[in-house]
C-alpha cells in the first residue's frame, strides 16, 4: 500500500535473488555431495575464510592489476589508432586489411607469443587481455569518428575551425565520446574474460583465475565457485562504475545516454 | 559587397551522370541587403549557398565578397544550417564562444561578447544549458548569435527555420529582421516560402528547375514592419507565385 514503484522493483529482486539462493541450497542438500554442488552456506563460508586470511584481497588485486595493465596499453593503442583510421581515409584503407586479418583471432590463442615474448610476467597476462580489449575499443572509436554529422563539422569550419588536428579534437573526438565510451565499456568486458584465462598458464601464484584452477585440481568446488561468484561481482562493479563515471562527467551532455 | 560571375557547378554521380547543379549564375548583392533565394526543390539554391560559405567549390566562375575571392570558408561569411547544428557537449555560451576560441581570445572577453550576443536573441536565462534542453526555434536563435558572434559580413542562412511551426517561426521571422536593423549585416536567406519572402527580403532571387539558373530578381521596396497580409504583399506574393509555379510545373515534368 502507497510503496513507490522503486520500492517495489527493490522488494521484487531481492525476492528473485533469495528464492534463487534457497532453491540453489535445497538442491545442494539433495545432490549432498560438495564436489558435484557446492551449498550457498559452504560457499558462504569459503568466502568468509578467504576474507578473513586476507587471500583473496591479494587476488583481486592481482588481477586488477594484469586488467589494468591490457586495458590501460588497449585504451592508449585503441583510441588514437581508431582516430586516425576514422578521421583520414588513405590510413584507413592501408591499415584496414591488416587489422581485419589479426582481428578475428581469439585473444587465447595469443597465449604461447605472450609467454614467447614477455615470459611469464604479468605484461603475458596484460598482453592477452590487451588483445581481447583493443578491438572493441578501435571499432567503436572508429564507427564514432565516421558517424560525426557532417553539419558539425562544417559548423566547425565556418566558425573558423579549419585545420585538422582543431576539427579532430575540437569537433569529432567530443561528438564520438559515447561510441568511444561503449568500446571501452565492451572492451572491458571482454578484456575481463581473458583474465582467467591469462591467468591459466602461471605468470603469479595469485589472482582470481589462477586460483578457479588450483582450487579446481584440489577438487575444492566450494572455492572455485565463491572466485567465480567474485569475478562475476568484480566485472558488475567495474561495470557499474564506469557507465556511473560517464553519466556523470564525460557525457552529462547527452539525454539518456547510450552505454 | 557580394558579386557571383558565370558560375557554373555540375556534380558527378557514381553512376557516371552528369547533373548541373548550377548553371550561369550572376549575382550581386549590396551591403547591409537581404535577400531571399527560392526555387523549386533541387535547384541549387543551397549548393550556390555553400559554395559562397567557402564549402563547396564551383566548377568555374568568380566569386568575391568585398573584392576579394572566395577561396573557403572564412570569418567574413557566417551560416546558419537548416539542420539542428549547435555542438550537444557544449553549452549554450560555450556554442557560441566557439569561433573566439578558434580567434584565441582570452576567456573572459569572449564570454563577455558572447553574452551580449545571447540576450540579442534574448536566451540569456539559456546560457548554461545544453542544446538538448532547448525547443527547436530556440536551438536555431543559438545558431544565429553563434554565428554572427564572429561578425561577419555576410549571413548565410539556408532554410533555417524550415523544421519549427509555423507560430514560431513568425516570431523569429521578427527577430531576425530587429537582429538584422541592429547588426546590419547582409543577409542570405533560403527558404521554400513565398510568405516568408515577402515578409523578409528586399530583393527576391528566384530559381528556374535543375539546371538552377536565376530566373527573376524582384525587389520588394514595402516599408518595415511589413503587414502580412496588405494589399501590396498580396500583390507581390501572387507575382513570385505565379513566377514559382511555372518552375515548380517544370521541376515536376
Not at chain 2, 55 to 79: A, F, Q
Not at chain 2, 140 to 153: F, S, T
Not at chain 2, 180 to 193: A, D, G, R, Y
Amino acid at each position: 500500500m502507497g510503496q513507490s514503484p522503486d520500492i517495489k522493483r527493490r522488494i521484487l529482486e531481492i525476492t528473485s535473488i533469495a528464492s534463487a539462493i534457497i532453491i540453489w541450497e535445497i538442491i545442494a542438500r539433495i545432490i549432498n555431495k560438495k564436489y558435484i554442488l557446492p551449498s550457498f552456506t559452504e560457499v558462504v563460508t569459503a568466502f568468509l575464510k578467504l576474507v578473513s586470511g586476507g587471500e583473496l584481497y591479494r587476488d583481486i588485486i592481482t588481477s586488477l592489476n594484469f586488467f589494468a595493465i591490457g586495458m590501460g596499453v588497449a585504451i592508449a593503442v585503441g583510441i588514437p589508432l581508431g582516430i586516425m583510421m576514422g578521421w583520414f581515409k588513405t590510413f584507413d584503407k592501408a591499415v584496414d586489411p591488416i587489422i581485419e586479418v589479426i582481428r578475428p583471432i581469439p585473444p587465447l590463442a595469443w597465449i604461447p607469443f605472450a609467454i614467447l615474448w614477455f615470459g611469464l610476467t604479468k605484461y603475458a597476462a596484460g598482453f592477452v587481455i590487451f588483445v581481447g580489449a583493443v578491438f572493441p575499443i578501435l571499432v567503436n572509436t572508429y564507427t564514432g569518428f565516421r558517424n560525426t554529422p557532417r553539419v558539425l563539422v562544417e559548423s566547425g569550419k565556418v566558425l573558423g575551425c579549419i585545420k585538422n588536428r582543431d576539427l579532430i579534437f575540437r569537433i569529432a573526438l567530443p561528438a564520438a565520446l559515447p561510441a568511444i565510451a561503449t568500446g571501452v565499456r565492451v572492451g572491458m568486458g571482454v578484456g575481463w574474460m581473458c583474465v582467467v584465462a591469462a591467468e591459466m598458464f602461471g605468470v603469479s601464484t595469485y589472482g582470481i583465475g589462477y586460483k578457479i584452477w588450483r582450487w579446481n585440481d584440489l577438487h575444492h568446488m566450494d572455492m572455485v565457485l565463491t572466485y567465480m561468484l567474485v569475478l562475476g561481482f568484480i566485472a558488475l562493479v567495474i561495470d557499474r562504475l564506469f557507465r556511473y563515471i560517464v553519466q556523470e562527467w564525460w557525457l552529462k551532455w547527452q539525454t539518456g545516454v547510450v552505454v | 559587397m557580394l558579386s557571383i560571375k558565370n558560375l557554373n557547378k555540375t556534380y558527378h554521380t557514381e553512376e557516371g551522370d552528369e547533373v548541373v547543379a548550377l548553371s550561369d549564375i550572376n549575382l550581386d548583392v549590396a551591403d547591409k541587403e537581404f535577400v531571399c533565394f527560392i526555387g523549386p526543390s533541387g535547384c541549387g539554391k543551397t549548393t550556390l549557398l555553400r559554395i559562397i560559405a567557402g564549402l563547396e567549390e564551383p566548377d568555374s566562375g568568380t566569386l568575391t565578397v568585398n573584392n576579394e575571392p572566395i577561396t573557403g570558408p572564412g570569418p567574413n561569411r557566417g551560416m546558419v544550417f537548416q539542420e539542428y547544428s549547435l555542438f550537444p557537449w557544449r553549452t549554450v555560451l560555450k556554442n557560441i564562444t566557439f569561433s573566439l576560441e578558434m580567434k584565441k581570445i582570452p576567456k573572459s572577453e569572449r564570454e563577455k561578447i558572447s553574452r551580449d550576443f545571447l540576450e540579442l536573441v534574448g536566451l540569456s536565462k539559456f546560457a548554461e544549458s545544453y542544446p538538448h534542453e532547448l525547443s527547436g526555434g530556440m536551438k536555431q536563435r543559438v545558431a544565429i548569435a553563434r554565428a554572427l558572434v564572429n561578425d561577419p559580413d555576410v549571413l548565410l542562412m539556408d532554410e533555417p527555420f524550415g523544421a519549427v511551426d509555423a507560430q514560431t517561426r513568425n516570431r523569429l521571422q521578427h527577430e531576425l529582421l530587429n537582429i538584422w536593423e541592429k547588426k546590419k549585416k547582409t543577409v542570405l536567406f533560403i527558404t521554400h516560402s513565398v510568405d516568408e519572402a515577402v515578409f523578409l527580403a528586399d530583393k527576391v532571387v528566384v530559381f528556374t528547375a535543375r539546371p538552377g539558373r536565376i530566373k527573376e530578381v524582384f525587389s520588394i521596396d514595402l516599408p518595415r514592419p511589413r503587414e502580412r497580409t496588405s494589399f501590396e504583399a498580396n500583390a507581390v506574393r501572387e507575382h513570385l507565385l505565379a513566377t514559382l509555379g511555372a518552375e515548380i510545373q517544370a521541376a515536376i515534368d
